[in-house]
């Protein structure tokens, strides 16, 4: 079968010092639920901004349904278009994705820009809303809004483009509970009815709710691994060497206490 999305030989550094990637590469299957790990400053975010076309590889191909996804490739208008109808982005700071004066326009802006009617365009705003459940938010100025609000508005501005691939870096961060577990289940949701999901974690206990398939990124900005939960949760070492895992030591009395530990999953007593 041939892969939705290929990542082949990726490297990418910034202002030409700085390696974010390199020599990556990646296959993504059409209704994947892929979880891209690794430690901070590993690459995971430069990857997705890759697979949405905001960079462009230094070297290696980027390629989408067998087509290369090029600065060029993109200058086409109507190439421009197609693509960008089929991705969305949710960014782990809302504040970076909010520009519209309200939430009706945030929703509003990039159906329209994707040349969809008026009408059509409101319908899905009005649908977005009830689904996630801001229909209250309508009016509201985007800078009024909670940490929690702004991200469900962000979300609602992606689902209003019925993207069929969707990119989540860091899904859970700065939520509180209730809209961790709104946003998690939604995700199944969304995998259910066969999008292609993209996110990127450090939570470990995501992860294995959410079952995904399972790319490692080292901090040499390589993917190492790519595998099931299962086998990427029980690979230990592979984890320490991410710096996703690491051991705890304490003393009590005159016993010294060891354990591998991480801030969402594993506590395993030696």
Known sequence: MESYISIKNVSYSYYGKEQALCNVNLDIRKGDLLCIIGQNGSGKSTLLHVINALIFPDSGTFEFCGKAITEKYLKDANNNLNFRMQFGYIFQNPDIQLFCPSVIDELLFAPLQLQLSREEAEKRAHDTMKYIGIEHLKERSVLS?????????????????????????????GLDPKTQTFFTEMI??????????????HNLELIDHLQPKVAVISEQHSVIKVGTTTEILNDEELLKNVNLLHEHTHIHGNEVHRHYHSHYVFHKHE
């Not at 909670?146 to 859970?172: F, Y």
């Not at 199944?188 to 974690?201: D, M, S």
């Open 188 to 201: 199944i949701e969304l995998h259910r009815i066969g999008k292609t999901i993209v996110f990127t974690t």
């Open 145 to 173: 809004l909670s940490g929690g609000e702004k991200k469900k508005v962000a979300i609602a501005s992606i689902l209003t483009m019925n993207p069929e691939v969707i990119l989540i870096d860091e899904p859970l961060a």
